[in-house]
T-cell receptor, first 112, second 110 residues
Framework: GDSVTQMEGPVTLSEEAFLTINCTYTATGYPSLFWYVQYPGEGLQLLLKATKADDKGSNKGFEATYRKETTSFHLEKGSVQVSDSAVYFCALSPNRDDKIIFGKGTRLHILP | EAQVTQNPRYLITVTGKKLTVTCSQNMNHEYMSWYRQDPGLGLRQIYYSMNVEVTDKGDVPEGYKVSRKEKRNFPLILESPSPNQTSLYFC?????????FGQGTRLTVV
């Protein structure tokens, strides 16, 4: 069945470091891909999305490119801030009904 | 403003005492779901609903019930809570493949 695999955390970086969180997926057809972020004490919120191959989603300095050939959607940011500390979830929607399948999440700690 | 409201935010209860966690959305979405979040296990779907009076089991439905009598509300019912249901619960409402989440309910069953 459809699934999402993302790198396990926690990931700890210093402020201004480069961030990559890996995400790969298994799906039939042409899913939409997402990154959600969960700040401490809050629910998940959509960070960015891409709906077809080679699309790049971007928001708040974060980027991810939909790579169909490698079935990947890695999250990147050039210079992280302490305020980016959160849990990041990669997700996909098979585009059948509105079901969304989430990865297990990656906790990110940014040190000042 | 698009909103999913769930209540309560925190709840401590005793084993076997029935409880309901409410969830309401204002986006007229047809698809709603409940998740539980546990350390190391990520988000697991408990139940989902594709429309009024249409509900189905997710990945971990045992010990839970839901109802969908009207489009905006999707309550989660624990008829006889047990300690292994201690968790962080999220309601989500999905439209055009984007999911909107409530703030979460932290449930402790003692």
């Amino acid at each position: 069945g459809d699934s999402v695999t993302q790198m396990e955390g926690p990931v700890t970086l210093s402020e201004e470091a480069f961030l990559t969180i890996n995400c790969t997926y298994t799906a039939t057809g042409y899913p939409s891909l997402f990154w959600y972020v969960q700040y401490p004490g809050e629910g998940l919120q959509l960070l960015l999305k891409a709906t077809k191959a080679d699309d790049k989603g971007s928001n708040k300095g974060f980027e991810a490119t939909y790579r169909k050939e490698t079935t990947s959607f890695h999250l990147e940011k050039g210079s992280v801030q302490v305020s980016d500390s959160a849990v990041y979830f990669c997700a996909l929607s098979p585009n059948r009904d509105d079901k969304i399948i989430f990865g297990k999440g990656t906790r990110l700690h940014i040190l000042p | 403003e698009a909103q999913v409201t769930q209540n309560p935010r925190y709840l401590i209860t005793v084993t076997g005492k029935k409880l309901t966690v409410t969830c309401s959305q204002n986006m007229n979405h047809e698809y709603m779901s409940w998740y539980r979040q546990d350390p190391g296990l990520g988000l697991r779907q408990i139940y989902y609903s594709m429309n009024v009076e249409v509900t189905d089991k997710g990945d971990v439905p045992e010990g839970y019930k839901v109802s969908r009598k009207e489009k905006r509300n999707f309550p989660l019912i624990l008829e006889s809570p047990s300690p292994n249901q201690t968790s962080l619960y999220f309601c989500a409402s999905t439209g055009y493949t984007e999911a909107f989440f409530g703030q979460g309910t932290r449930l402790t069953v003692v």
